[in-house]
């Protein structure tokens, strides 16, 4: 990937955001952000490294959300992983995409995205980034390998990506990816595949297809006192039997400009209003900088960010528009 910043960028263009933290859990499995605005909540898997010490703690509640999202570019695990929680949070105060509720087993749950697709998996090379507990369960039904940054039996080391992702049919891989740093190198060697960004890490844009990617495999909320208890208990798996549930949108020219065309109405309704805002406080006679110039500034990053996004589709599909 010739840039492998530009996908930072674009999450902390899409963090244009009043809203403060009302709430910052880190969970053994989850990571969570809630703000006071919206009642949004964004989700981040927490790092799979122990610490008896985080320099933070305690300070984060009331921060603006924007703050924490900075973190992205970090690379100690705790802030990065903070930093996407906060970044889902702000996204997903905005209307999910279209998008298919994927049914599930309760008993498998947290494989329901791999339920899905596996009509078109039957003797697939198929490689999954992350070890999702059951995923042994499909080994006979494909050509079926693990990759996982700590292998345990059966898995193959994250180097093997290297190696297999470029031959691989399908790969499904894991959003948690992103905060770790390792999204770009890993997108660039699944090109010639079939590229499934899944978990309830994802961020819901529509702009991951520039990067290879077909599927957004994401959550939805739909029950947050539940979502969150379990998580504060230290679940894992069992968000997905309780307040969370699987989406999938596919990244196609259809459905990113009926999606980013919405995404640039909400934006420059956005906007408009920060414009209004700043007209009346100098109106007012106040000669101080606009309260919101650096939001104002952020949201027209945004929406240059998304016609951009939106131009090559209009140009290439004209029968979509």
Known sequence: MSNPNRLYEL???????????DNLMIGLVWTLCQDKHNRSTGLAMSPGVATR?????????????????AWILAWEPYQATVAMAAINCCINSRPLPPSAVVGHNPEHANLAVFEHFLPQLHQQKVVVIGHYPGIERYQNQMQLTVLEKQPSIGDLPDAASEFLLPNADWVFLTASSIPNKTFPRLAELASNAKTVLMGPTVPWLPQLHEFGIDYLAGVEITDAKAFYHTAAQGGGIRIFNNGVRYRIAELMPATNMTWLKQQIADCVAEKNRLTDEMENWYGAGNSSRFPAYLLLDQVNNRLSQLDSSYKPLWDSYPAQR
């Open 11 to 21: 999450l902390l263009d899409h963090c244009s955001s009043d809203a403060v933290v």
């Open 53 to 69: 010490t985080l320099p933070w703690s305690g300070t984060l509640a009331g921060k603006p959300i924007t703050d924490l999202a």
